[in-house]
């Protein structure tokens, strides 16, 4: 469950080539793409670019290098060359990279042009919940004061958390114990100690926390048709507290201002 410096040294070498995905993307104007457009790009970036293996793809069947959850799409959306972004909509896109035997796991939800005010909200503070879940982390804490933390955050600007899906331990493998939910109480829940290494990757809706699972098997939509946002890091317990893995080249700046 644990992994050694060195080991979470190579995790670190992954996150940072993700964190260069997001930055790719960050450059891509988005609108009137079609998300299939955009997982091609992504995929030979990983591949040509960084020397990497998109780590999604033949994962589960998977036949894709990302998901893409656009607007009321919760999770697991699948890239489509009919799928057009507009201007206003709001997606995640959800990827995991390999390098030298170690996975990094980490999503963003972009704003696709001029996006309403409550959308913006929605996703501002889902980007606030992870980092709140992010600093509960450290050694002697549990895993119930990460959920707490998130939960909290999400309920105290009146949105819900989806229960069905949550962060997960990684290194070798893309799903590892333990699961990390976003919800729970505080002191309960597995002790944190040194060498774990796990995602946080809360999923807020603007409505109810009730979702279901579309017949491609794959795409997990929210049940009132309300809109959802979700951001995800890849962390590793540190001997004073938390490291992020895939930390992208804008958050040095914005993190602070996100948890003002």
């Known amino acids: 469950m644990t ?33 299939m ?22 994962q589960y069947g998977y036949s894709y290098a990302l998901n893409s959850s656009r607007n009321n799409v919760v999770c697991h959306g699948v890239p489509s060359a009919t799928e057009i972004l507009k201007n206003g909509d709001i997606i995640n896109f959800d990827i ?25 909200r929605l996703v501002q503070t889902a980007y606030q919940a992870m980092w709140k879940g992010i600093q509960a982390v450290r050694p002697g804490a549990r895993l119930g004061d990460v959920g707490h ?7 105290l600007h009146g949105y819900s958390v989806v229960k069905e899906y949550c962060g997960h331990g990684i290194g070798r493998e ?9 919800w729970g109480k505080r ?26 699972t579309q017949k491609d098997g794959w795409t997990v939509v929210t049940r009132d048709g309300q ?12 001997k ?7 930390l992208r080249a804008e958050e040095a700046s914005d993190r602070p201002a996100a948890l003002a």
């Open 3 to 35: 992994k050694r410096p060195e080991e979470i040294a190579l995790m670190a070498q992954s996150g940072k080539l993700l964190a260069d995905v997001f930055g790719y993307l960050n450059r891509l104007a988005l609108v009137d793409m079609s998300t």
């Open 37 to 58: 457009q955009i997982n091609d790009l992504v995929e030979r970036y990983i591949i040509n670019e960084l020397e990497a293996r998109p780590a999604s793809k033949g």
């Open 96 to 120: 995991t990279l390999e390098k030298n035997g170690f996975i990094a796991d980490s999503s963003k939800t972009y704003l696709v042009g001029d996006v309403s005010p409550s959308a913006q």
């Open 149 to 155: 933390a998130i939960e909290r955050h999400a309920r």
């Open 174 to 182: 893309m799903h590892e114990a333990p699961q990390v939910l976003h």
């Open 187 to 212: 002191g309960t829940g597995l002790v944190l100690r040194e060498g774990m290494t796990f995602t946080i990757e809360p999923m807020l809706n603007q409505g109810r926390s009730e979702v279901f």
């Open 227 to 238: 809109l959802s946002a979700q951001f995800e890091h890849t962390v590793a317990v540190t």
């Open 240 to 246: 004073h507290g938390v490291k992020v893995l895939t």
